[in-house]
C-alpha cells in the first residue's frame, strides 16, 4: 500500500454523523394518475396506455403517468397550432411578458413544492433542487420575460417574428430547469409548443401544468405529451411543427438529425460531454478540489457539461489528488430528501447499469479506482463517488460519457499539451480552467474548443449567458440573448 492509499485509507475511517434533516414530503399532493396537458386540459391518453413513475431512491411507485401514441402527440400539435394563430402570436409582446413573469413568480412560491416533488422523482439532493434547480428554472422566466417586449432591439433591422409551434423533447437530469430553458424562449418570441419530457422524470412538468393554468395562459400555448422514447420519436415526424428543441444523449441527437434532414423543420441539438477540468500547479489546489467535487459530483454526475475528465499538471498531482480522496470521504451519499445529502440516488435502474459496466470497464482497462467508504441505503439506485487515476486517454472511461459520479483523471506538462489533450474528445461542451493568471485563462480559453469554458470555479449557469456545443455536443445556443435566436424566424418572406 502507497503511503497515499495509507492516509487516505485512514481518512477514510473518519465518522461524521449528522441528525436526519429531512425535508417534509407532504407539500407535495400526488394524483394517482396523470394525463397529457393538450390545450389547457389534462386529457386521458387516446393510445390508452399508462405507465408507472417511480421514486429511484426507494423504487416506489409515485403515479401513473400517461403513455402519448401518435394521434394524442397530433390532438397537442393542433392545440399548439390553434393556439399560435388565434391569438398568441399576434398579443403584444407587453402581455406575452407578463404571462411569463407571472410563471416565474408563482414558480417562486411554489418553489418548496416543485423543490420536494424534483428530488422524490428525479432522486436528486433537495439542497439542489432547492438551491440550483428551481430559482434557475424561475430567474429563466423572468429573464425571456423581459426580452418579450423588446425583440426588435435584440435583433436591430432584422424583423424577428415567431416561427410557429415548437416541439421540445428534454431528459432527465434537470427536468424543470431543462422545461424552463425550453419553454421560456420559446414562449417571449411568440411560440407555442409541445414538450415531451423523459419518461422517468415527468412529474415536475406536469406540475408545471398547474402552474401554467394558474396563470391564466392561453390554453394551448404550452402542451406536456408524457411518455416513452416512442412519444418523441412521433414528435419529431409530426409534419405540423416548425422546429424541434432537443436535449438528450448524442446518439438520439443523431438519429432526430437524420429524420429531419431535408425537412422544412429547424433544429437545435444539446448533447453530451466529456468536459476536461485542467488545474494548473499555479492553482489554489483547496478551492480547486471543491470546483473538481462540485464538477462531477454535483447532480450525481448526471451533468452533460460535467468536469469528468481531470487534468492535472504533474507537479501538483500527488497533493491535489490526495486532497480530493479525502474531500471525497465527506460526501454524504444517501436520501435525496435530507438536506444534508451531497449526492443522491442515480436516476433509473438503466443509468446505473450503464455506470457499472463502464467502472467495471476502467479496472479491466487498468485504471486504478477509489472509492471512499459508505454506507448505501438497501433499496433504490445508488453509486457510490468514483475517481479513477492511472488513466489513459485510450480508455473508455476518458473518452465515453459515463453520466455518473465516476472521475478520470490525467496529466499534462506543459499548457499545449492540456490542449491538446482535453480536445481530444468528440465532444466540445464545456471545460474549466484552474490557475491565478489571467493571462493563461484567456489562452486557454482561445484554445478549448468547448461552448463554455468556466474558470477557477464550475457549472456556473446564469439565464442571460449562452450555453451549447461544438462538434457532436449538438448546436444552437440556449440562454442569453443568443437563446432567442432559434426561435425566430428573419427570413424576406416573413417580412424582415
Ligand atoms: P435519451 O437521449 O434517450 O433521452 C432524451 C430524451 O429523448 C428523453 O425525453 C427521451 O425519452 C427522448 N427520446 C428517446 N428516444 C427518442 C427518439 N427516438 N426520438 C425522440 N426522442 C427520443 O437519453 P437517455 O435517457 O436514454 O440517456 C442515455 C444517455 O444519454 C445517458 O447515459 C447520458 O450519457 C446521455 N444523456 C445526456 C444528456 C445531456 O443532457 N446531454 C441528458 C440525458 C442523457 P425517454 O426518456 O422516454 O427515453
Not at 441528525?19 to 394518475?33: C, F, G, H, S, Y
Not at 422546429?243 to 444539446?270: C, D, M, N, P, W
Not at 492535472?312 to 444534508?340: A, F, H, I
Not at 493571462?439 to 470555479?457: E, F, K, P, Q, Y
Request: contains cysteine; negative net charge; aromatic residues 10%.
Amino acid at each position: 500500500m502507497s503511503e497515499l492509499d495509507r492516509q487516505s485509507t485512514a481518512i477514510g475511517t473518519v465518522e461524521w454523523d449528522y441528525a436526519p434533516a429531512p425535508e417534509a414530503r407532504d407539500i407535495v399532493t400526488l394524483q394517482e394518475r396523470y394525463g397529457l396537458f393538450v390545450g389547457g386540459e389534462l386529457v386521458d391518453p387516446r393510445s390508452g396506455e399508462w405507465f408507472a413513475t417511480i421514486d429511484p431512491s426507494s423504487e416506489e411507485p409515485l403515479a401513473e403517468v400517461a403513455q402519448a401514441g401518435p394521434e394524442d402527440v397530433d390532438l397537442a400539435v393542433r392545440a399548439a397550432r390553434d393556439a399560435f394563430t388565434n391569438g398568441w402570436s399576434d398579443i403584444a409582446p407587453s402581455e406575452r411578458a407578463k404571462y411569463l413573469f407571472r410563471i416565474a413568480r408563482i414558480l417562486q412560491e411554489r418553489s418548496r413544492e416543485f423543490a420536494v416533488l424534483e428530488s422524490l422523482n428525479g432522486g436528486k439532493p433537495i439542497r439542489e433542487s432547492r438551491d440550483v434547480d428551481v430559482p434557475l428554472a424561475a430567474a429563466h422566466f423572468f429573464y425571456y420575460a423581459g426580452w418579450a417586449d423588446k425583440l426588435e432591439y435584440a435583433f436591430p433591422n432584422r424583423r424577428p417574428r415567431p416561427l410557429g409551434v415548437a416541439g421540445q423533447i428534454i431528459p432527465w437530469n434537470f427536468p424543470l430547469l431543462m422545461l424552463a430553458w425550453k419553454i421560456a424562449p420559446a414562449l417571449a418570441a411568440g411560440n407555442t409548443v409541445v414538450l415531451k419530457p423523459a419518461e422517468t422524470t415527468p412529474l415536475t412538468a406536469l406540475l408545471f401544468a398547474d402552474v401554467v393554468r394558474q396563470a391564466e395562459l392561453p390554453a394551448g400555448v404550452v402542451n406536456i405529451v408524457t411518455g416513452d422514447g416512442r412519444a418523441g420519436a412521433a414528435l419529431v415526424d409530426h409534419p405540423g411543427l416548425d422546429k424541434i428543441a432537443f436535449t438528450g444523449s448524442t446518439e438520439v441527437g443523431k438519429a432526430i438529425q437524420r429524420r429531419l434532414a431535408g425537412t422544412h423543420k429547424k433544429l437545435t441539438l444539446e448533447l453530451g460531454g466529456k468536459a476536461a477540468n485542467i488545474v494548473f500547479d499555479d492553482a489554489a489546489l483547496d478551492q480547486a478540489v471543491e470546483g473538481i467535487v462540485n464538477g462531477i459530483y454535483f447532480n450525481q454526475g448526471h451533468v452533460c457539461c460535467a468536469g469528468s475528465r481531470l487534468f492535472v499538471q504533474e507537479s501538483v498531482y500527488e497533493p491535489l489528488v490526495q486532497k480530493l480522496k479525502r474531500r471525497m470521504t465527506t460526501l454524504r451519499v444517501g436520501d435525496p430528501l435530507d438536506k444534508n445529502t451531497d449526492v443522491g440516488a442515480i436516476n433509473s435502474r438503466q443509468q446505473l447499469e450503464k455506470i457499472q459496466e463502464l467502472v467495471r470497464s476502467g479496472e479491466e482497462e487498468g485504471a486504478e479506482i477509489y472509492q471512499p467508504p459508505c454506507r448505501l441505503p438497501e433499496k433504490g439506485y445508488w453509486f457510490v463517488p468514483t475517481v479513477f487515476t492511472n488513466v489513459a486517454q485510450s480508455y473508455r472511461i476518458a473518452q465515453e460519457e459515463i453520466f455518473g459520479p465516476v472521475l478520470s483523471v490525467l496529466t499534462f506538462r506543459t499548457p499545449e499539451e492540456a490542449i491538446e489533450k482535453a480536445n481530444n474528445t468528440p465532444y466540445g461542451l464545456s471545460a474549466g480552467v484552474w490557475t491565478e493568471k489571467g493571462s493563461r485563462i484567456l489562452w486557454m480559453a482561445d484554445r478549448l474548443r468547448a461552448g463554455v469554458v468556466w474558470a477557477n470555479t464550475y457549472n456556473r449557469f446564469d439565464p442571460a449567458s449562452p450555453f451549447g456545443g461544438y462538434k457532436e455536443s449538438g448546436f444552437g445556443r440556449e440562454g442569453g440573448r443568443h437563446g432567442l435566436e432559434p426561435y425566430l424566424d428573419f427570413t424576406a418572406e416573413n417580412g424582415g
